[in-house]
């Protein structure tokens, strides 16, 4: 069965600080990856993707995820975090193989601190 | 990236009737969209897969006669809330799946629709 799981419901950040938001996959076949942020009363923004090539994709905003195969993750990451990355965050998995359905985690509120 | 645009942005309706909401697909075709529910501080719901020119699939315990699903068009998917309750007051969102092979298979989402049931 695919699954997606954000342990963090709540990451607080200094602005200025690196931050890091948690994802890990389940898949059975080869797992394709995504990032959406949702702000208040708006539908999600694309952020980036992993499919296939190099495990370090880097998106919109400054945002960049590490996919590694070996711990089933893909967090998001930004090195410098802005009081405007303060939003919902949310993972998503698609079983490349098989199938239409996109599996998305329960979201992460990031707050940044300013 | 692509863009999914949703009609109305804001609905608020009286008990019983019913409320149509549209989704499309501006720069690109998507024989495949999708419809969410999403409930306060909470994840996604998929309600229905909405495929062009077929009938929509719908997931366990989602009412089809309830929400009825309307693909019509390769740019266009409605969503009809039928003798709506206040329990039916939500966010929904809907995405439609750009797919030109596997490298650009991506969902891009709608702003959503508030639904207010009075």
């Known amino acids: 069965a695919q699954s997606v799981a954000q342990p963090e419901d709540q990451v607080n950040v200094a602005e200025g600080n690196p931050l890091t938001v948690k994802c890990t996959y389940s898949v059975s076949g080869n797992p394709y990856l995504f990032w959406y942020v949702q702000y208040p009363n708006r539908g999600l923004q694309f952020l980036l993707k992993?499919?296939?090539?190099?495990?370090l994709v880097k998106g919109s905003y400054g945002f960049e995820a590490e996919f590694n195969k070996s711990q089933t993750s893909f967090h998001l990451k930004k090195p410098s975090a802005l009081v405007s990355d303060s939003a919902l965050y949310f993972c998503?998995?698609?079983?490349?193989?098989?199938?239409?359905?996109?599996?998305f985690g329960t979201g992460t509120s990031l707050t940044v601190i300013p | 990236g692509a863009v999914v645009s949703q009609h109305p942005s804001r609905v608020i309706c009286k008990s019983g009737t019913s409320v149509k909401i549209e989704c499309r697909s501006l720069d690109f075709q998507a024989t495949t969209m999708f419809w969410y529910r999403q409930f306060p501080k909470q994840s996604l719901m998929l309600m229905a897969t909405s495929n062009e020119g077929s009938k929509a699939t719908y997931e366990q315990g989602v009412e089809k006669d309830k929400f009825l699903i309307n693909h019509a068009s390769l740019t266009l998917s409605t969503l009809t809330v039928t003798s709506a309750h206040p329990e039916d007051s939500s966010f929904y969102i809907c995405?439609?799946?750009?797919?030109?092979?596997?490298?650009?298979?991506?969902?891009?989402f709608g702003p959503g629709t508030r639904l207010t049931v009075l």
């Open positions: 995405s439609a799946r750009e797919q030109q092979g596997g490298r650009t298979d991506t969902q891009y």
């Open positions: 992993y499919i296939t090539g190099d495990n």
């Open positions: 998503a998995v698609r079983d490349g193989n098989t199938g239409n359905q996109f599996y």
